[in-house]
């Protein structure tokens, strides 16, 4: 076997090591709230490379008092060119880290390999801090960089089970695949355990963090800050902006100190492939299955019936969730999730749904994320997994805690109150529509998970409920291109007033890490209230967009490629054949990369581009026309037909529960 010895020491060093050095921070108390403080630092220039060095950067941990210690994990970056405005950025699960979505997707930097044995960052042409201040946050507790009690513990990597105290390297197994190091303390009640109570905790965190920072506040506190989340953010988005809705009113009238709070007022919510209600999306998992403008037929018809016919059966998932959410407003309002006949019925609704709707997808052997891609799935890269657990890094940004992409207490957590199906975030999305919010869904049109047929379906129950103008005029907007740059249409927007959808085109659910300029000029024009589909400043109070009234535009799905399999996300991303190798300690592990032998990575570095992510053949590369690193795209008219390959060209003219395995909760996780 050959094995990089700089990766063997890196493993040495963080098995002996334990605790990371958790250093040089500067620890304050917020002048807002004098029961928070703020530790934080800003890390080395190149630790997150951005494209101009005058960027401010800061990484830190707001510790929020509570009945468990309570350390929430931020990374603000600042915009290229000044601005105030401030965008918050999520990611989702229940559990993942909004690391992905900096390192992985519309962060200013991504990592990149070197050279054997070194990892680096490189500054992100399309990262979202073109246009914005950016802060991205770890949460609930325990996620990612969060923490309550740094604990020592084991990380299998055969099977991504953490355990503490440190375990004993199983005989069976290579010592490169059970590290020692230092976590959170593993209980999951120690964490929210509802999407509510996350929302106060964000709440708090937000506080100390604009306490601390006050600079980085608008400086008009009537245009507000901009929420953008995915996946599970589809839930966390209209909760947390809800909930700051409340706190606001609490100040305005004297219940809440104006002296030890702050104002946190929201300009615009972005939900990216977001999971909303079962209820409205359920029943479009078997519809996407077998109709998903690819003429890709994942199901059996037989199959495909059975599945959406479980959802609307007497006693089936409809049922089950009405059941579940009428138990949570006569027994737990407040959604605390702490009445355990609340907890089971809405966890029972979940199981159900998740077994008898969604599941039967698996079925194909795609990714639920893609399904252009057979597992097992590889993409977005997990080469920013090695990079964040070296001890440079670490020290670099001053955690205590090594890093882990997705945490399975807190996944057990939410699971436990069966959080997935208490609540339809409708009605309160409707109300920040309402109250002035613009609200843009942007769906790729791979994803399975959160399909786009559910996200539009969501989008017209938002109008519906919003206002007799909303309930018809955005309906009967038609769809209209999404002008990405001269020469590409990513997609296709319905839009009236402050409401949107957006069909993003060749993309599964990490949009941003799919069409990376295509999202950006849909997340700017969102934030900036101009047109979604040509990014011209527009009357919000009188727009909506022309076109066909139905998005059905279709493609073949590319070819899939094969996968990459990572030392650090081997259950998701390797393949039965190269786990056997790995635990034979049979090929080589280079940069965290798993590869049959050395003389394969030497012919892969050798014809790779810079980019990791670049080499993908069942990407559709969007094609960048500006050399400047800044500013947003404004199109004066819709691409030709001739411009471009005849993919675009295509596309152009159509305007048109715990008793599962491990392996099956990491596959739902909602990243």
Request: aromatic share 12%; glycine share 8%; proline share 6%.
């Amino acid at each position: 076997m050959c094995l990089l010895l700089s990766f063997l020491a890196t493993v040495v060093s963080i098995a002996s090591a334990q605790y990371p050095p958790a250093s040089n921070l500067t620890t304050i108390v917020s002048p807002v709230d004098g029961n928070i403080s703020i530790s934080y630092k800003t890390p080395p220039i190149g630790t997150c490379q951005t494209a101009f060095p005058n960027q401010q950067q800061y990484t830190g941990w707001v510790h929020i008092p509570g009945r468990y210690a309570t350390n929430t994990f931020f990374w603000f970056i600042g915009a290229r060119d000044p601005t105030d405005k401030l965008t918050i950025w999520l990611n989702g699960g229940p559990g993942s880290s909004s690391m992905v979505g900096l390192f992985t997707g519309n962060g200013p930097c991504e990592v990149v390999q070197n050279a054997e044995g070194k990892l680096a960052t490189k500054a992100r042409e399309w990262g979202w801090d073109r246009a914005s201040n950016i802060l991205y946050i770890d949460q609930p507790n325990q996620v990612g960089f969060s923490y309550d009690t740094p604990t020592n513990g084991s990380l299998d990597l055969m099977t991504s089970n953490l355990y503490t105290p440190p375990q004993v390297l199983p005989n069976s197994q290579p010592a490169y695949t059970f590290m020692n190091g230092t976590f959170s303390s593993l209980n999951s009640s120690n964490t929210a355990n509802t999407t509510d109570t996350a929302g106060m905790a964000i709440w708090h965190m937000l506080q100390g963090f604009l306490g601390a920072f006050p600079q980085y506040r608008p400086n008009d506190t009537a245009v507000g800050v901009h929420l953008f989340a995915e996946s599970y953010g589809g839930k966390y988005g209209p909760a947390f902006a809800t909930l700051w809705t409340q706190q606001n009113r609490l100040r305005s009238n004297g219940s809440l100190s104006q002296n030890g709070t702050i104002d946190i007022k929201l300009a615009s919510l972005g939900i990216v492939n977001g999971c909303v209600d079962d209820l409205i999306q359920s029943p479009y998992y078997p519809a996407f299955a077998m109709n998903n403008t690819f003429g890709f037929a994942a199901l059996n018809p037989t199959r495909a019936q059975l599945a959406a016919a479980s959802f609307s059966a007497s006693g089936g998932c409809r049922d089950l969730i009405a059941a579940c959410r009428a138990a949570v407003a006569s027994q737990d309002p407040e959604n605390e999730g702490d009445v355990e006949t609340v907890n089971t019925a809405c966890s029972h609704a979940y199981q159900s749904c998740t077994t008898n709707v969604m599941q039967p997808y698996s079925d194909s052997g795609r990714s639920f994320y893609d399904i252009a891609r057979l597992l097992p799935e590889s993409f977005p890269p997990s080469t920013y997994l090695e990079y964040l657990n070296t001890a440079e890094f670490l020290a670099a940004i001053g955690s205590p805690v090594n890093y882990t992409e997705t945490n399975l207490q807190v996944w057990r957590a939410f699971q436990s109150t069966g959080d997935y199906e208490r609540q339809s975030w409708v009605p309160d999305i409707a109300n920040l529509l309402r109250s002035g919010v613009r609200v843009g869904f942007m769906y790729g049109d791979r994803d399975y998970i959160c399909n786009w047929l559910g996200g539009e379906a969501i989008s017209l129950a938002v109008a519906a409920q919003t206002s007799a103008n909303y309930a018809s005029r955005f309906p009967t907007a038609g769809y209209a291109p999404i002008i990405t740059n001269i020469t590409y249409v990513g997609g296709v927007v319905r839009q009236y007033g402050n409401l949107s959808f957006s069909r993003i085109y060749d993309a599964g659910h990490a949009v941003p890490s799919y069409q990376p300029e295509t999202a950006f000029e849909v997340f700017a024009r969102i934030m900036t209230g101009t047109s979604i589909s040509t990014g011209e400043k527009i009357n919000l109070g009188a727009y909506n967009t022309t076109g066909p009234l139905n998005a059905t535009g279709t493609a073949e799905l590319p070819a899939s490629p094969s996968a990459t399999c990572y030392l650090r996300a081997i259950s998701a991303t390797c393949n039965e054949e190269q786990k056997k190798m790995i635990l034979g300690e049979k090929g080589a592990i280079i940069n965290g990369i798993f590869y049959n032998s050395p003389a394969e990575y030497s012919s892969i570095a050798s014809s790779a581009s810079a980019s990791a992510s670049a080499n993908d053949p069942a990407r559709t590369a969007t094609v960048s026309v500006t050399t400047t690193l800044t500013g947003l795209f404004t199109a004066t008219a819709t691409p030709s037909p001739t411009k471009k390959s005849l993919a675009i060209s295509y596309r152009a003219l159509d305007l048109s529960n715990l008793g599962y395995s491990f392996l099956l909760a990491t596959a739902l996780s909602l990243f």
